[in-house]
């Protein structure tokens, strides 16, 4: 069986390139300014598909044998991993049927239908993606992209963090540390990757919703637990209830975890807007949120993170960047 590497990271930029974005590695004068430190942001949210997960989606797809490529892929998704499936199947030939949430937000559901994917909807507090996922897999002979636990999917993720490394070199500037999202952990563990193999002294730190803290917690306790009951969040790209589980033994070099508030991220993507010119979802700033919420120190230090998405409901966007946003309103109901 095929185990996650460096070298795989490595295999996967090459298949990935002339196909992704090798996404720009942003510095904000203002953001340096207002934290004291220099911040390297890379945005993902600028990615094939509106967001890292097309990184992944490809290098999987791009794989398969022409027999499978005729039987077509399956995967479940809130969002992104359903868009960037679709658009990779697509371009690769083949066609996707992607499990998607009831109340995904209504933006990556067409974003999936713009590409050609087929919605089979589910109730994400009754039914199992899972279950649903497998049996359309097993009844069609399609293949199953899994959003995390699958080794060239995080393979591909990791490219993230061999371009960081890269621009950072070119930028000059020598990463003091690096903050990425996490839910099921495909992308932070394929940066954990890339900077265990070319900077390995650089802190990685995890940043999560805080009702949604289930690496925060499993880390703690040195296994994959599942977060308590949550009331709901505006990150809908983070709400898996637990690590993966192949994602869960490389994401235990993570320095630490934080967690930020709704609010704390909606200030995040009203900042990303107004100052850094940049549309970003609630999930993809996480990151951004946990340095201006003073999360994480960035004063005198060099600061990598990553934007991972832009693929925001119209209404939420509106509501946040006229200050009209209320938590209480928007979160999701457990």
């Known amino acids: 069986m095929h185990t996650a590497s460096f070298e795989g990271v490595k295999d996967a930029a090459r298949r990935l390139a002339g196909h992704a974005v090798r996404t720009p590695l942003i510095e904000?004068?203002?953001?340096?300014e207002r934290l004291g430190g220099r911040v390297l942001l890379k945005?993902?949210?600028?990615?094939?598909?509106?967001?890292?997960?097309?990184?992944?989606?490809?290098?999987?797809?791009s794989r398969l044998a022409p027999e499978e490529l005729a039987r077509g892929v399956v995967?479940?998704?809130?969002?992104?991993?359903?868009?960037?499936?679709?658009?990779?199947?697509?371009?690769?030939?083949?066609?996707?049927?992607?499990?998607?949430p009831a109340d995904s937000p209504k933006v990556k559901v067409e974003g999936v239908l713009a590409f050609g994917g087929e919605v089979r909807m589910y109730d994400r507090y009754r039914e199992s993606r899972e279950d649903i996922g497998e049996e359309i897999a097993r009844t069609r002979g399609s293949v199953l992209v899994r959003p995390f636990d699958d080794p060239?999917?995080?393979?591909g993720q990791g490219t993230t963090g061999l371009e960081i490394l890269e621009q950072a070199d070119s930028l000059g500037a020598q990463i003091d540390q690096l903050l990425c999202?996490?839910?099921?952990?495909?992308?932070?563990?394929?940066?954990?990757?890339?900077?265990?193999?070319?900077s390995p002294d650089t802190p990685v730190i995890g940043v999560e919703p805080q009702d949604y803290n289930d690496t925060q917690l499993s880390l703690a306790a040195g296994e994959r637990l599942t977060h308590a009951p949550a009331p709901g969040t505006i990150c809908d790209a983070l709400m898996t209830d637990r690590p993966g589980e192949l994602t869960f033994p490389i994401n235990r070099r993570l320095k630490q975890v934080v967690t930020v508030s709704d609010a704390e991220v909606a200030e995040a993507v009203r900042?990303?807007?107004?100052?850094?010119?940049?549309?970003?979802?609630?999930?993809?700033?996480?990151?951004?949120?946990?340095l201006l919420a003073g999360r994480v120190e960035a004063k005198g230090r060099t600061t990598a993170l990553v934007l991972s998405g832009g693929n925001v409901d119209p209404a939420l966007f509106s509501?946040?960047?006229?200050?009209?946003?209320?938590?209480?309103?928007?979160r999701k109901a457990a």
């Open 43 to 61: 945005a993902e949210n600028l990615q094939v598909a509106g967001a890292f997960k097309f990184r992944g989606a490809y290098n999987r797809i």
């Open 28 to 32: 904000s004068p203002a953001l340096n």
């Open 271 to 290: 900042f990303a807007f107004r100052t850094l010119k940049l549309v970003v979802e609630p999930g993809g700033a996480v990151s951004l949120a946990a």
């Open 319 to 330: 509501a946040i960047i006229e200050d009209r946003f209320d938590p209480a309103d928007w």
């Open 152 to 155: 060239f999917v995080i393979e």
């Open 75 to 100: 995967a479940y998704s809130s969002g992104n991993h359903a868009q960037a499936v679709a658009c990779a199947a697509r371009m690769m030939g083949t066609s996707a049927i992607i499990v998607m």
């Open 181 to 198: 999202g996490t839910s099921g952990g495909g992308l932070i563990a394929g940066i954990n990757l890339s900077m265990a193999a070319l």
